[in-house]
């Protein structure tokens, strides 16, 4: 989640999360990097029990989150639970929520069923779709793999009988003819699962005192198939409890504290990134890109996928990095635990009518372990793995604050707060990883032989103190001004001071030039910003440490030989924090008691970003860490919304627009470029000049605007990487609508992205090996690649039908670009209100029924029709990756019954 463009390179540009008042760690620990499927990570924002939330408000612009330091330059999340409110019904009521839901796969690519393994119209059991026509009769196209042929077709000797005798693995298994036919295996492996939630409120108001407490219970199953002990393969699974209190002591002392505890688990298949020839580095298992290109003649359910005898993987494929997706899915398994605390306590004081000091004290605690286990025998990893890691983050907050309203004159009037707070964060994490297990099958770092252990701890500390004053003129003109400094202690004292302000100005002209007389204008008002903050960097980046080895060496004799050394990074005494400032116009309006109105238009500078610098290695280290680049940001915000008046039947919709276009402005001098994320090879990249993220990757070679053609018919590619596509969106739209009839309502959300580049290794894989509807046709038909030779005149080389593909879309990371236009339905509901029952022992005051659905439809316009793709499925997870697809899973679809009851 990104708000208003980019701020960082290579930091978090994730927004500030403030939960009833606490801001939340946002120090996201991915439980697998990139390369051993980090796109299943789940964020810690999934912490926070959806029914739980009474109101969401989102600030992004600097000149609205100044106060809320370093934290809040990437915008805040205002995330309220807690209604302190005791103005309600005194008494005790109670709420119930209830959903089911079923969870599906969304979006599956469309397979042809006409054609089976093979090349050239040739069998063979490869992982291609090429082969002969399901009808064919022809004994030859089938050479030795041939049995018989009956009134339904070929029936081929048994992929076991042949190659390695997988047979022999099965003994007393008989294996029998083997039917030449298209089979359903990718939409038979995708299974329906089950969503549960359940919620449980209690408020309890008396005249001086306010006590709230809930219980939640989240269970979510994925939609992988069950094993075979029926255990579920894909899970989350979230309990909650809070507490909140607020009481008067006195008529100028009030109390309030809240507590919430929060655990959940998850199990994901791994989800590791896949090129079509297996996964990227062989890391770890990829389920769902060896399920996609499952060729259509492979029985996938027909096929047994574990030795009787010991336990290794068994498949179709004689020689290859892609193993039985059965065998994957119940001899691996990723897992994670969290048990996460967040609470805090408020005291505010009321000095005198104008005057109210305010102290509160919040911590915020989670503890995270993952286990990953794969086992030996399968054909990606062959000797097994086994990763556990356990890590521990806490951030203590304290806030001091004292609040003004000041009535200055008769057209003057003074709202103002000034305060301070001390925040500090320790995080620790300790991590084993074991390979080459020995018996299979058993759980535990004691069965491998390898074993690397590491350790990691930081702690961080940040005092700041701050002030924020509005300065109202006769309720129509407001002047605002705000500064805050920071003092970090992850610069050297002399850079640790930062000092951040920002000023704003509104003006409601409505009121200042009565306009509202007129009939249609009911507001307007105009408003101006300009807001800074700062960035400052990890600990332990200004000074060069020592890097500890064991067994760094082992002698003949076996002596073990530890050693201590400089680091590789050499630490920057001098480095400063980052400067970021924002300049916002806006207006906001209202017309006819119906028709509203918001636009907003910023610029947006970020300075002296803090980057990492590769160093010649002549120097006696690799890196260090530098103020040396900028990025630059502008965008528009337009929010159109239109409510009927009040009658029996009610419309309301909303059309949002958000464009926004972030630019490298400076790069670091000794640098042409910076990864941030994928690979060297292809991933986004910061280049001067060029939009943030840009994706390069190896290009075509061209004369001018034409592809060259080797002399086989083929396209040339050229030796050096380069842009080859830009992942940001042109815009994004958001239409939310609905009507209310009596007791009924309807609702709908549709969301719309124009543009953004996605470099697709699904598509590319699926076209490749000849598996979708949009390869079907024209198989018999040579083809001439669109192109020039050589020496400049027109390509005229035919070539197989099949190449031609493998040319378009394997032979350079540009044939892999796709535009990620796409409409999608977001959500849909209908509800209905039901009506109050007095039952004498229990009165239900309110209640309610609704079915919902979510993701239904997905359609990436400018993808080949028979992908069927789903372009925010992408592979680097959370972070700034984006627009990198290397096959990871599919996106899921829900439709849920809810139910919600007040006693």
Same mark, same amino acid.
């Given at each position: 989640?990104?708000?208003?463009?980019?701020?960082?390179?290579?930091?978090?540009?994730?927004?500030?999360?403030?939960?009833?008042?606490?801001?939340?760690?946002?120090?996201?620990?991915?439980?697998?990097?990139?390369?051993?499927?980090?796109?299943?990570?789940?964020?810690?924002?999934?912490?926070?029990?959806?029914?739980?939330?009474?109101?969401?408000?989102?600030?992004?612009?600097?000149?609205?989150?100044?106060?809320?330091?370093?934290?809040?330059?990437?915008?805040?999340?205002?995330?309220?639970?807690?209604?302190?409110?005791?103005?309600?019904?005194?008494?005790?009521?109670?709420?119930?929520?209830?959903?089911?839901?079923?969870?599906? %796969?969304?979006?599956?690519?469309?397979?042809?069923?006409?054609?089976?393994?093979?090349?050239?119209?040739?069998?063979?059991?490869?992982?291609?779709?090429?082969?002969?026509?399901?009808?064919?009769?022809?004994?030859?196209?089938?050479?030795?793999?041939?049995?018989?042929?009956?009134?339904?077709?070929?029936?081929?000797?048994?992929?076991?009988?042949?190659?390695?005798?997988?047979?022999?693995?099965?003994?007393?298994?008989?294996?029998? $003819?083997?039917?030449?036919?298209?089979?359903?295996?990718?939409?038979?492996?995708?299974?329906?699962?089950?969503?549960?939630?359940?919620?449980?409120?209690?408020?309890?108001?008396?005249?001086?005192?306010?006590?709230?407490?809930?219980?939640?219970?989240?269970?979510?199953?994925?939609?992988?198939?069950?094993?075979?002990?029926?255990?579920?393969?894909?899970?989350?699974?979230?309990?909650? !409890?809070?507490?909140?209190?607020?009481?008067?002591?006195?008529?100028?002392?009030?109390?309030?504290?809240?507590?919430?505890?929060?655990?959940?688990?998850?199990?994901?298949?791994?989800?590791?990134?896949?090129?079509?020839?297996?996964?990227?580095?062989? $890391?770890?298992?990829?389920?769902?890109?060896?399920?996609?290109?499952?060729?259509?003649?492979?029985?996938?359910?027909?096929?047994?996928?574990?030795?009787?005898?010991?336990?290794?993987?068994?498949?179709?494929?004689?020689?290859?990095?892609?193993?039985?997706?059965?065998?994957?899915?119940?001899?691996?398994?990723?897992?994670?635990?969290?048990?996460?605390?967040?609470?805090?306590?408020?005291?505010?004081?009321?000095?005198?009518?104008?005057?109210?000091?305010?102290?509160?004290?919040?911590?915020?605690?989670?503890?995270?372990?993952?286990?990953?286990?794969?086992?030996?025998?399968?054909?990606?990893?062959?000797?097994?793995?086994?990763?556990?890691?356990?890590?521990?983050?806490?951030?203590?907050?304290?806030?001091?604050?004292?609040? !003004?309203?000041?009535?200055?004159?008769?057209?003057?009037?003074?709202?103002?707060?000034?305060?301070?707070?001390?925040?500090?964060?320790?995080?620790?994490?300790?991590?084993?990883?074991?390979?080459?297990?020995?018996?299979?099958?058993?759980?535990?770092? $004691?069965?491998?032989?390898?074993?690397?252990?590491?350790?990691?701890?930081?702690?961080?500390?940040?005092?700041?103190?701050?002030?924020?004053?509005?300065?109202?003129?006769?309720?129509?003109?407001?002047?605002?001004?705000?500064?805050?400094?920071?003092?970090?202690?992850?610069?050297?004292?002399?850079?640790?001071?930062?000092?951040?302000?920002?000023?704003?100005?509104?003006?409601?002209?409505?009121?200042?030039?009565?306009?509202?007389?007129?009939?249609?204008?009911?507001?307007?008002?105009?408003?101006?910003?300009?807001?800074?903050?700062?960035?400052?960097?990890?600990?332990?980046?200004?000074?060069?440490?020592?890097?500890?080895?064991?067994?760094?060496?082992?002698?003949?004799?076996?002596?073990?030989?530890?050693?201590?050394?400089?680091?590789?990074?050499?630490?920057?005494?001098?480095?400063?924090?980052?400067?970021?400032?924002?300049?916002?116009?806006?207006?906001?309006?209202?017309?006819?008691?119906?028709? &509203?109105?918001?636009?907003?238009?910023?610029?947006?500078?970020?300075?002296?970003?803090?980057?990492?610098?590769?160093?010649?290695?002549?120097?006696?280290?690799?890196?260090?860490?530098?103020?040396?680049?900028?990025?630059?940001?502008?965008?528009?915000?337009?929010?159109?919304?239109?409510?009927?008046?009040?009658?029996?039947?009610?419309?309301?919709?909303?059309?949002?627009?958000?464009?926004?276009?972030?630019? %490298?402005?400076?790069?670091?001098?000794?640098?042409?470029?910076?990864?941030?994320?994928?690979?060297?090879?292809?991933?986004?990249?910061?280049?001067? &000049?060029?939009?943030?993220?840009?994706?390069?990757?190896?290009?075509?070679?061209?004369?001018?605007?034409?592809?060259?053609?080797?002399?086989?018919?083929?396209?040339?590619?050229?030796?050096?990487?380069?842009?080859?596509?830009?992942?940001?969106?042109?815009?994004? !739209?958001?239409?939310?609508?609905?009507?209310?009839?009596?007791?009924?309502?309807?609702?709908? !959300?549709?969301?719309?992205?124009?543009?953004?580049?996605?470099?697709?290794?699904?598509?590319?894989?699926?076209?490749?090996?000849?598996?979708?509807?949009?390869?079907?046709?024209?198989?018999?038909?040579?083809?001439?690649?669109?192109?020039?030779?050589?020496?400049?005149?027109?390509?005229?080389?035919?070539?197989?039908?099949?190449?031609?593909?493998?040319?378009?879309?394997?032979?350079?990371?540009?044939?892999?670009?796709?535009?990620?236009?796409?409409?999608?339905?977001?959500?849909?509901?209908?509800?209905?209100?039901?009506?109050?029952?007095?039952?004498?022992?229990?009165?239900?005051?309110?209640?309610?029924?609704?079915?919902?659905?979510?993701?239904?439809?997905?359609?990436?316009?400018?993808?080949?029709?028979?992908?069927?793709?789903?372009?925010?499925?992408?592979?680097?997870?959370?972070?700034?990756?984006?627009?990198?697809?290397?096959?990871?899973?599919?996106?899921?679809?829900?439709?849920?019954?809810?139910?919600?009851?007040?006693?």
């Amino acid at each position: 989640m990104t708000i208003r463009g980019y701020s960082s390179i290579t930091g978090t540009n994730q927004p500030l999360v403030v939960l009833d008042g606490v801001p939340l760690s946002n120090n996201f620990v991915a439980s697998a990097d990139f390369l051993s499927g980090g796109a299943s990570s789940s964020s810690r924002n999934a912490d926070i029990d959806p029914a739980t939330i009474e109101n969401i408000e989102v600030l992004s612009g600097l000149s609205a989150t100044v106060l809320y330091g370093e934290d809040g330059r990437n915008g805040v999340v205002l995330i309220s639970t807690f209604d302190g409110s005791r103005q309600r019904k005194q008494g005790t009521d109670v709420t119930f929520r209830q959903s089911l839901a079923r969870v599906s %796969v969304s979006n599956l690519p469309k397979y042809q069923n006409q054609y089976g393994n093979g090349y050239y119209q040739n069998f063979g059991w490869f992982f291609s779709t090429w082969g002969p026509s399901f009808d064919s009769q022809n004994e030859q196209v089938f050479g030795g793999d041939f049995s018989s042929l009956d009134d339904e077709g070929v029936l081929l000797r048994h992929p076991y009988l042949s190659g390695r005798q997988f047979a022999s693995q099965y003994p007393g298994q008989t294996f029998d $003819q083997y039917r030449y036919q298209a089979y359903n295996s990718v939409d038979e492996f995708f299974q329906s699962g089950l969503s549960s939630q359940t919620h449980v409120s209690l408020e309890h108001r008396r005249e001086q005192s306010l006590l709230q407490a809930s219980y939640g219970l989240s269970a979510d199953e994925g939609f992988t198939p069950r094993l075979e002990d029926g255990q579920r393969s894909n899970y989350y699974r979230r309990q909650s !409890l809070s507490l909140a209190y607020l009481t008067d002591i006195t008529s100028r002392l009030t109390l309030s504290a809240t507590a919430r505890l929060i655990q959940s688990e998850r199990r994901t298949p791994p989800a590791a990134p896949a090129s079509g020839f297996g996964t990227i580095g062989r $890391q770890v298992p990829s389920l769902f890109s060896d399920v996609f290109y499952t060729p259509r003649s492979v029985d996938l359910y027909g096929l047994p996928y574990q030795s009787q005898l010991d336990g290794s993987q068994t498949y179709y494929r004689l020689f290859s990095q892609i193993q039985h997706p059965l065998w994957t899915l119940h001899n691996t398994s990723d897992t994670e635990d969290v048990s996460r605390i967040i609470t805090s306590g408020q005291a505010a004081y009321q000095l005198s009518p104008a005057i109210e000091i305010k102290f509160r004290a919040s911590l915020d605690a989670y503890s995270q372990s993952f286990e990953r286990f794969i086992n030996r025998g399968g054909s990606q990893l062959p000797d097994g793995q086994y990763a556990t890691s356990s890590t521990s983050n806490s951030v203590e907050n304290y806030l001091l604050t004292l609040h !003004l309203q000041k009535q200055l004159s008769g057209t003057l009037s003074l709202t103002a707060v000034a305060g301070g707070s001390i925040l500090s964060e320790r995080f620790t994490s300790q991590s084993i990883l074991s390979e080459n297990q020995f018996i299979f099958d058993q759980i535990g770092h $004691q069965n491998f032989s390898a074993t690397t252990a590491t350790t990691r701890s930081q702690n961080e500390n940040l005092l700041g103190i701050f002030a924020s004053g509005v300065l109202a003129y006769k309720d129509f003109m407001y002047l605002t001004l705000q500064a805050r400094n920071d003092w970090t202690s992850t610069l050297e004292r002399g850079n640790r001071s930062i000092l951040y302000p920002s000023v704003s100005l509104a003006v409601v002209l409505s009121d200042a030039l009565d306009l509202s007389r007129t009939s249609a204008l009911d507001y307007l008002k105009v408003r101006a910003g300009l807001g800074s903050s700062a960035g400052y960097p990890d600990p332990y980046q200004t000074r060069t440490a020592l890097a500890l080895t064991t067994r760094a060496f082992v002698t003949n004799d076996g002596e073990i030989l530890n050693t201590t050394q400089i680091s590789n990074r050499l630490g920057n005494i001098d480095l400063e924090h980052e400067t970021h400032t924002e300049i916002e116009l806006g207006l906001d309006a209202r017309l006819y008691e119906r028709i &509203d109105l918001s636009i907003s238009a910023y610029t947006k500078r970020s300075d002296d970003l803090i980057v990492d610098l590769p160093l010649d290695p002549a120097t006696g280290f690799t890196q260090t860490t530098v103020n040396s680049a900028a990025l630059s940001t502008q965008g528009v915000e337009v929010s159109l919304g239109y409510r009927s008046l009040p009658s029996r039947f009610q419309w309301w919709s909303r059309l949002q627009f958000f464009t926004a276009r972030t630019i %490298v402005e400076e790069r670091p001098s000794g640098t042409d470029q910076i990864l941030i994320a994928g690979l060297p090879d292809v991933g986004n990249y910061a280049i001067e &000049d060029q939009p943030y993220g840009v994706l390069q990757g190896t290009k075509f070679l061209r004369q001018g605007d034409d592809i060259v053609i080797n002399s086989q018919g083929y396209y040339e590619v050229d030796s050096e990487i380069g842009i080859i596509g830009d992942p940001n969106p042109d815009f994004n !739209l958001a239409l939310q609508t609905g009507f209310r009839i009596g007791p009924v309502s309807v609702q709908a !959300l549709v969301g719309y992205v124009h543009g953004g580049d996605i470099l697709s290794a699904t598509t590319s894989q699926l076209l490749v090996r000849g598996l979708t509807t949009d390869t079907q046709d024209g198989r018999e038909v040579p083809v001439v690649l669109d192109g020039v030779r050589g020496d400049g005149t027109p390509n005229d080389i035919q070539i197989y039908s099949g190449d031609a593909y493998w040319a378009r879309y394997f032979s350079a990371r540009e044939g892999q670009i796709f535009d990620g236009t796409t409409v999608r339905l977001r959500e849909v509901s209908v509800s209905y209100d039901l009506p109050s029952i007095d039952l004498g022992f229990l009165e239900v005051s309110d209640a309610s029924f609704s079915i919902m659905g979510e993701n239904l439809f997905v359609k990436a316009i400018n993808f080949p029709e028979g992908i069927n793709p789903d372009p925010e499925v992408l592979s680097t997870g959370v972070g700034n990756g984006q627009g990198l697809d290397f096959t990871t899973g599919p996106a899921s679809k829900r439709i849920s019954c809810n139910l919600v009851v007040k006693f």
